[in-house]
């Protein structure tokens, strides 16, 4: 008989405004989900991909998942038979860390049907890799807020030192994703090489301020935090009416507002999830005049990571 | 009857590693104390300066702690007499805060004195105006520590966020002050006007890692956050034997060390006052091969501020 089992797993914002390259966190809403089956056969396969529109890679050596997978397995040392089905409820190119959570999705599903041979720090190191096939370089600003949930200050790589940073209670956020497609290639382009010390000082007392208005559950703090001179800037462009979006937003009540990872999704605080329904309709309305399609997501913050179901 | 009070306020070490101008602490040693007595003559006067080796200003329109004054009776529209014995146990150009002690001082002194009129945000920016003329410009990263106590993050200036941060529990300072001199304005010439985008998010990553230490007493996490790629790179070389001393406190348990503000005084953190004992005669050591006069303090972080003594 095969061994099955379904794991759901949280999109993900990355970049938080000033905590640009250095922070992400977790949403509840929306998930990905993915069944991973271990099969006789010794190998790996992807048997079935929904929802992506025929756009993510079979190729079990170009699809995060399976990459992450293989990383895992080569620890292991084992030679298992597995099977995925993956349903991508987040699109690609969306901004909200789609190729972060297929790699965790699939490590986390296998540790969980081995009755966890790993700790959550030892998956993060298969899953990095595994993203790494689809962003070109290691980043955890997605994979390790979708792994550990709730906000994530990654201060170093070498060694990596990830502190988790759990949500102030009444934090919800409104996304809006405008249905085109960023690539992360180009968007990193555009992000200047060089700071003045004045904007190296902006950027840092406000990443301060913002894990500090994290941790002592201070919202309007948070908004007087969330501004960032490297990222938002130089890749505004991108989102067609972006600066209107925003204000809209922040009239409405938002406690901030910017760019979730490298666009073109944009992402607001609020403290009520009334509010945050509100805005993410506000911030819908005025992306309308410019893009067709606008998808809306409305969620508190994902403070736990995957979850088997 | 003269009505007089004598105060007492903290030294406070700025920049604090990752935070350069943005941060700074204050401690319970060494202290600047100031007696404040109300004349009939509607005069303001320093009657006397004890422990400066001369080198402050009798006259009121240049020692802070009576610019300082000046302003706040500008505000107060009242002509009051007033006499200052100012008691410098902190030199000038210790990088301690000995300017902004005195404009602090002052201010405290006159608001007790009086019933206090001013709240203590406002009586920061009599403060700022009198250390301004010190320093030449308004910076509050030690006016601030030294008036509220505790470790001060300055996110902003326009209009000026100062957030507040209790010191963990257990935390102590060692401070060694080689006897010489460094002006802040050569100190400030070293500092670089340009930064990679490497730089900018090593600062912005450790400056929120330090934060959040400091919030979740995560002293390892102080120890690993107490990096500086902006001030402690550029202005070493202004202190013989720096990296010499510094290493000499990190083998010796220290949770991070570097320059105090712009120097020459040197700051380590610990867990325990036996541990920075030891560190500060540690440190005092090695500098004594480079500088003749060395003197050490050890002190647990002031989270209250100045105090009527």
Do not use: W
């Amino acid at each position: 008989m095969n061994k099955s089992i379904k794991v759901s797993v949280p999109a993900t914002v990355s970049n938080v405004g000033p905590g640009f390259d250095i922070m992400g966190f977790a949403l509840n809403v929306p998930v990905e989900e993915m069944i991973l089956t271990i099969k006789q056969k010794p190998e790996i396969k992807i048997k079935k991909i929904t929802g992506d529109k025929n756009k993510l890679p079979f190729d079990i050596n170009k699809n995060t998942a399976t990459v992450a997978l293989k990383k895992m397995l080569d620890k292991l040392n084992t030679n298992i038979g597995i099977e995925l089905e993956i349903n991508k409820k987040l699109n690609s190119g969306s901004g909200l860390g789609s190729s972060a959570a297929s790699a965790v999705a699939s490590v986390f599903a296998l540790n969980e049907i081995l009755n966890k041979p790993f700790s959550k720090n030892e998956l993060l190191e298969f899953a990095l890799q595994g993203e790494a096939v689809a962003s070109g370089s290691i980043h955890a600003d997605n994979v390790a807020p979708c792994l550990f949930g709730g906000f994530i200050l990654i201060r170093d790589y070498n060694p990596i030192d990830l502190i988790k940073i759990k949500s102030p209670k009444n934090l919800f956020c409104s996304v809006l994703h405008p249905q085109f497609e960023i690539k992360t290639s180009d968007a990193r382009k555009l992000i200047k090489k060089n700071y003045t010390l004045k904007e190296l000082l902006t950027q840092t007392s406000n990443a301060a301020g913002l894990v500090t208005a994290l941790l002592k559950s201070d919202y309007e703090l948070i908004k007087r935090s969330l501004n960032d001179v490297v990222a938002e800037p130089a890749r505004a462009k991108l989102i067609p009416g972006f600066y209107e979006i925003k204000n809209r937003a922040l009239e409405n009540g938002a406690l901030g507002c910017s760019i979730s990872g490298s666009g073109p999704s944009i992402f607001a605080f609020s403290k009520s999830l009334d509010e945050a329904i509100n805005i993410g309709n506000e911030m819908k309305k005025v992306s309308s005049r410019y893009t067709k399609k606008n998808i809306i997501y409305v969620s508190s913050i994902n403070n736990d990571g995957p979850q088997v179901i």
